[in-house]
């Protein structure tokens, strides 16, 4: 048995190590580290609590709406206060723009580059590889930074800027959009669409959400040749790889649910395991067993959570917490997502816990999915209508608020004492996926992935296939 | 312009990897292409380069010990003492070493050393609060010269960091920035007092802005969603805030005035802490506390008072509005 440490991994959003115990070539058993602490839930405490919206989206600059999100919905539940029908669509439109051009960067700029790799020179795809997707210099840069440029100029519209917005509120937005505005608004969208579907996809957006099994979508590849799109290409590459096989997360798929909409949700709330079940805020726990961090190893509710800095602990190896739901692992993101909704093609590919295929193709199979819904809402937007109602803050409150990133399933537990924060903690995408074990010893989402996979000298880049599948968001993980 | 090409690395530590996320949004076709073109090769980007691991160590041990020339610095995100001094906040994966250590290191090899975004600057946000990681910026902690680098640190060029604040800074203030290094003429001369370039920090957010009519008339929103000014209720710093956020737009037509809500002066040491709540103007006798740069105040007060006096029932009603509720009157202007 060998030990190798891994890191500092790129590609990734913020930084990340992972140890591994290797042996005849294969991960035996993995330990993920999150080794950035900036200390944000204790920054919040005394502020405040409107002053959330201007900390918490600088958790991250890449999920900075969803976490936005997640303050406005625990406030507007503190404030009992909702918004209007433009601030909802406002609210979907803004945030359906930041999880698309995440999900958009991360098969483009984040996963698709590490088949550019020298390890993979002897592949017969390696070649158009390189030229399409190689970091930096492959010609899908060229294109998919102006492309995803343009798709978030939607933010300059209806969010002031991204990141780092104060357009979501409790209340909806502050951003009321005119006539002339909304023209654009579905303009841009449509341009983005044109975009995916002649270059991403090569196929109508229907065409791709409407793939309801892993059949149908290997009859969709093998009626296309490999140059057809970005997404053929990925599926040659992916069947090459074996990427259906690796990279099998816990099973137990968790999701907020997400982009409400009168009274509804497009993406449901749940958890499923091969069954539904109903996903409650107190189900949720978070222990610190094996953070840096000060505490009993019983897990709490975050509402009575506590964020309390021990560097020197031992048995510790990370400052990200351990969150469970029912005391289970979970896996959240776009996978999660589908599969709680219902989605076949999700549902199939989600069978025996995943793989970084599943992962992969549920968020372009998601990107099919929502674009024609921003269209709808960006159509439903009333010029001359109200965008945001106001409220009044309680004194006293506790509140949740429970939204999806694109990484997945983001949690924002208040507490307001005396007018001020008394308590703000948060459980972010990658905190669930990147988990560390718990008091009982198992191991987070990725940890469990990693067994198994190739490893060492001379082995393919798999660990970093499987670790990109999650599209990890370190900033977020510990904030 | 030297024929050589500079050689530029990017560092993240104690950030939120937002200003990397706002360069991308970079108005130009290819941004990294344009870096290309200006002479300037990315020895690498953490979220951009194909380098992972061990190969990254290598080429971060290879610049500070000066066998690949390290030509631009750039770090993104606060530096973390803490806890104790140990800079254990943040140790840069697979290395065992404290970031601030690296970054300490690669400094003394660099030319120019540029802080991206407030934290870097400042601090900024990672240091609000009870600043529990013990954050700081390269050259400044907060408002005082110091910081990871200390007040002496001048880079290879002879020059104090170049502090390219902003939360997030915008991506024509990088660009602008690094082809101006690239072009060779960027100097001490072009930063001002707490060493952000002047191009955009010698101007306002208030110039510009889109509700500059109701500003006039002080004409003021109330409440969020509403069309007036933003600075007599809602908290708006625009009128002192040094940055061209209006007239050089965010995300194709942006900025935080025109998206409704207030500047929070996020380009200035120390506007992670207010002293007062975000959304709010802090007021005494009714006028605000923080008055527009170079205005005196009797001068606001008198002005404030016959212009309010003076605001158009179309302002007046308008203001108080989330949308154009009465629109200006038609009227034959050739004549005049």
């Known amino acids: 048995m060998s030990r190798l440490i891994v890191g500092p991994f790129n590609r990734v959003e913020g930084d990340l190590e992972v140890t591994l115990d290797v042996e005849d070539g294969v991960v035996r058993s993995a330990q993920v580290n999150s080794p950035l602490f900036r200390g944000f839930e204790q920054i919040l405490l005394g502020k405040h609590p409107l002053d959330a919206l201007m900390f918490v989206p600088r958790i991250c600059g890449i999920c900075s709406v969803s976490q936005s999100a997640a303050a406005a919905a625990a406030l507007s539940q503190a404030m009992c206060v909702s918004a209007p029908v433009n601030g909802e669509l406002a609210h979907n439109l803004i945030a359906g723009c930041e999880n698309l051009a995440d999900h958009f960067s991360h098969f483009y700029l984040f996963f698709m580059p590490d088949f550019a790799r020298e390890a993979y020179a002897k592949r017969v795809w390696h070649a158009e590889a390189v030229s399409r997707f190689k970091a930096v210099s492959g010609s899908a840069a060229a294109e998919v930074l102006p492309a995803r440029r343009d798709f978030l100029e939607l933010q300059g519209f209806m969010a002031g800027k991204w990141p780092h917005t104060l357009a979501l509120q409790p209340g909806g937005s ?4 005119d006539a002339s505005e909304r023209i654009r608004i579905i303009a841009l969208l449509r341009a983005f669409r044109a975009y995916l579907e002649r270059t991403l996809f090569g196929d109508a957006l229907e065409a791709i959400a409407a793939l309801d099994n892993c059949a149908a979508l290997d009859a969709w590849r093998d009626a296309r040749p490999v140059a057809h799109s970005d997404f053929r290409r990925y599926l040659e590459l992916a069947r090459d790889c074996g990427l259906d096989r690796i990279g099998a997360g816990p099973g137990v798929y968790l999701s907020h649910g997400s982009y409400a909409f009168e009274g509804g949700r497009l993406l449901r709330r749940g958890v499923w395991d091969g069954d539904l079940h109903e996903l409650l805020s107190e189900a949720i726990t978070e222990d610190v067993s094996h953070a840096w961090l000060a505490g009993e190893d019983a897990a709490r509710n975050p509402a009575q959570g506590a964020t309390l800095p021990q560097a020197d602990k031992a048995g510790a190896y990370t400052w990200c917490k351990a969150p469970r739901w029912n005391g289970r692992v979970a896996e959240t993101g776009a996978l999660a997502r589908l599969a709680v909704q219902g989605h076949p093609l999700a549902r199939e590919l989600a069978r025996s816990g995943g793989s970084v295929h599943a992962r992969v193709v549920c968020r372009l199979l998601e990107i099919a999915l929502v674009l024609p819904q921003m269209e709808r809402w960006a159509k439903a937007l009333q010029p001359g209508a109200p965008f945001c109602e106001t409220g009044s803050l309680p004194d006293e409150a506790d509140s949740v608020g429970m939204v999806e990133a694109a990484r997945g399933a983001l949690g924002h537990w208040l507490s307001i004492r005396r007018g001020r924060i008394a308590n703000y903690q948060i459980v972010a995408p990658t905190t669930w996926n990147f988990s560390p074990r718990d008091a009982t010893g ?12 190739a490893a060492g000298d001379g082995a393919a880049p798999a660990i970093q296939h499987v670790v990109r599948s999650f599209d990890p968001c370190m900033v977020c993980t510990v904030h | ?10 560092l993240q530590s104690g950030g939120c990897g937002g200003c990397t996320m706002s360069l991308l949004c970079s108005d130009a076709a290819n941004v990294v292409q344009m870096l290309d073109d200006a002479g300037i090769n990315l020895l690498w980007h953490p979220s951009l380069s194909e380098a992972s691991c061990d190969e990254v160590t290598a080429l971060l041990e290879d610049c500070a010990d000066g066998r690949t020339a390290l030509d631009i610095l750039c770090v993104e995100g606060a530096l973390l003492r803490g806890p104790n001094g140990s800079g254990r906040f943040h140790m840069l994966a697979g290395t065992g070493v404290p970031m601030i250590d690296w970054v300490r290191r690669l400094a003394r090899r660099a030319r120019w050393t540029l802080a991206v975004g407030t934290c870097a600057a400042y601090g900024g946000v990672t240091a609000a609060g009870a600043n529990p990681a013990d954050a700081c910026g390269l050259q400044y902690d907060g408002a005082q010269l110091g910081g990871a680098l200390g007040p002496q640190y001048a880079s290879g060029n002879g020059e104090r960091v170049i502090n390219i604040a902003g939360c997030p800074t915008h991506p024509g203030w990088v660009t602008d920035t690094l082809l101006a290094v690239a072009l060779g003429d960027f100097g001490a001369r072009d930063v001002d007092a707490i060493g952000r370039p002047r191009f955009y920090a010698d101007q306002l957010v208030h110039h ?10 002080k004409a003021s929103a109330e409440a969020p969603s509403q069309l007036g000014c933003l600075m007599e209720n ?7 805030a040094h940055a061209d956020c209006n007239t050089r737009a965010w995300n194709g037509s942006g900025s935080c005035t025109n998206g409704g809500y207030a500047c929070i002066s996020c380009t200035e040491p120390g506007f992670e802490e207010p002293g007062h709540p975000f959304g ?7 006028i605000p506390i923080g008055l527009p740069t170079d205005m005196p105040r009797a001068w606001f007060v008198a002005l404030a008072a016959l212009s309010k006096s003076a605001t158009p029932k179309r302002v007046r009603e308008n203001a108080t ?10 009227k034959r202007t050739g004549l005049k």
């Not at chain 2, 809602?234 to 002192?240: A, E, M, P």
């Not at chain 2, 709010?280 to 009714?286: F, L, M, R, S």
């Open chain 1, 174 to 177: 502050t951003r009321p959009v």
């Open chain 1, 442 to 453: 198992v191991p987070g989402a990725l940890e469990q992935a990693l067994v198994g996979v």
């Open chain 2, 1 to 10: 312009m030297s024929d050589a090409r500079l050689n530029l690395l990017w």
């Open chain 2, 208 to 217: 510009g802005c889109s509700r500059n009519e109701y500003y006039e008339f």
């Open chain 2, 234 to 240: 809602l908290g708006c710093k625009g009128t002192q």
């Open chain 2, 280 to 286: 709010e103007t802090p007021k005494i006798a009714g």
């Open chain 2, 321 to 330: 509005s989330d949308h154009a509720a009465v629109t200006p009157a038609i």
